[in-house]
């Protein structure tokens, strides 16, 4: 079984977990969160997001937040941001990389982005140039790239024809989303195999949902494709509005774990990061459901 | 990719699962629980245990079980058998198959059994021989396969020890368990290779808890290995009285959900299999965690 001997975690919670989150969280407790964080050995966090406030409330704090945390220079700072206006701010704050986003379905970019996906094209080539330009790497988000809940399932040559867009803008890596977790082994296989007649494996990172389960069956799959970039989201927190489930994004400590124990390494402290996870469960006041929060917690 | 076409699932929930609750499950509800599940599709259930009360005080009701469930043609209903005294009440009740039991490791071995291993292989050769004299199958539980909670990790050349001698006595299957639920991918890569040098894969079954979260990607790497025979419990009731850990047995819910999507058929119906597993939630006074138990329930 041939894997790659170092993977990258990059942490989404801050912004992909806590912005579905039902309350808002006060912005002291994101700050500490992501100081905390900075401390586990992760050395990519997504701490923000730039969308409206009127669609993400629960970011409403976005400058507040990137301006107030303390910077470990091992540490990029990402933040999403969707137009130009967002990447304006992102720029005040001094982010250090940049995300943009779109669906591989329309669908779910309808609904998500409300513009058809041709029509999302040049918002991000115009949020892309203005990143590049002010000396920001940027990383494009794609989601449904397995299934769409709108459109059903997403054809891998689709999912290569938005890629080819983003990396022609001059991203400099995409992380495919299986956005609703529905997605299984053999889907992903078919997916990066299509992919990585492509693009080379250090230009793809895997984005999963643990909604039915199947987020680290899917990990293994993509490691056995070469792939060596992992979003997850501390604690399992996350989700997605348009799907019920219980879970969020794969837990950052789950996948620590696996990674851990096949001798994978990471550079992330699995007992810090879990600790992490933990004081969540006081923040927002409800219990988590990670396998290592469980654990910790000595549940039976 | 390649796979096998189809999976077979071994129930084993009303055992392991229940004989894992702190309190006792009224006789009644167990047998309306096997009696469900035999309605689902499953076509092998291990319905109880006839080890000594004193020990497992929960299938205290073995025999009435046994007798009072309504036998579906279709099924094999498999009860675990500790010894001689064991056998002879399970054949009474005519059980279909017998199941023998021990670990793979000396620590575990003395802490289930309260014997050395080389102590337990009599005992058990007694069994299978009583058991195939009276016309039944008879599988083997090896536990502990990756790692014990005693002894640390087990080396596969010691279950392939384990495996020839219960061969030998005439056990036509033997499940690997995982008891603890540490395991990952490549622990069970190199298990198996270790197995298939000296056995088929249709000798054997894989037996996951999910206590980490890797149950999924476990059973992966054993289909990838040929595996078509894998242990579930409904709802992912169970556990391991020595191990802390919210998760007991992979989900038979959502075991059918993964392999249903990689087209692998099962001759199980999902949906079923989550009411039932739903309506133990009332039975058991908790909620259960499976995914696709929390999906039912619309939590997010």
């Known amino acids: 079984m041939e894997l790659p001997k170092r993977v990258q975690l990059k942490e989404v919670g801050p912004r992909d977990g ?9 912005t002291e407790e994101k700050i500490k969160l992501i100081d905390r964080l ?18 993400i409330p629960q970011l409403a704090d976005a400058v507040k937040v990137l301006k107030s945390i303390k ?26 990389e940049v995300s943009i986003f779109m669906s591989a379905s329309e669908g779910h970019n309808q609904a998500n982005i409300n513009k058809s996906i041709n029509e999302t094209f040049p918002i991000l080539k115009e949020v892309v140039e203005g990143a590049l330009a002010a000396g920001k790497n940027v990383r494009g988000y794609v989601s449904t790239v397995i299934t769409c809940p709108y459109d059903g399932y997403t054809e891998p040559t689709q999912v ?16 495919l989303g299986d956005t609703i977790g529905v997605g299984v082994p053999t889907q992903v296989d078919t997916l990066l195999i299509e992919m990585l007649r492509h693009f080379k494996s250090e230009q793809l990172a895997m984005h999963f949902h643990d909604t039915r389960g199947t987020a680290l069956a ?12 992992f979003d997850s989201s501390i604690g399992g927190l996350g989700g997605c509005p348009y799907a019920k ?14 990674l851990q124990e096949m001798g994978i390494e990471t550079g992330v402290q699995l007992e810090r990061v879990t600790e992490v996870a ?7 006041g409800k219990k988590l459901s990670s396998k290592q929060v469980m654990i910790a917690r000595g549940e039976e």
Chains 1, 2 share one sequence.
Request: charged share 20%.
């Open 278 to 284: 933990l004081s969540m469960e006081n923040v927002l």
């Open 245 to 258: 489930g219980a879970s969020g994004n794969v837990a950052t400590e789950d996948l620590l774990y696996m």
């Open 71 to 96: 910077r470990n220079p091992n540490v990029t700072y990402a933040a999403l941001v969707p137009n130009m206006k967002g990447l304006e701010r992102a720029l005040e704050c001094n982010v250090d």
């Open 38 to 55: 900075s401390e586990t050995g992760l050395d990519y966090i997504e701490v923000t997001s730039f969308v409206h406030p009127k669609w």
């Open 160 to 175: 290569v024809r938005i890629a080819e867009k983003l990396f022609e803008m001059g991203v400099t890596e995409i992380s």
């Open 218 to 229: 899917n990990v293994m799959t993509s490691l056995m494709h070469g792939i060596t970039k």
């Open 18 to 26: 806590l912005q579905n989150e039902k309350g808002f969280i006060p």
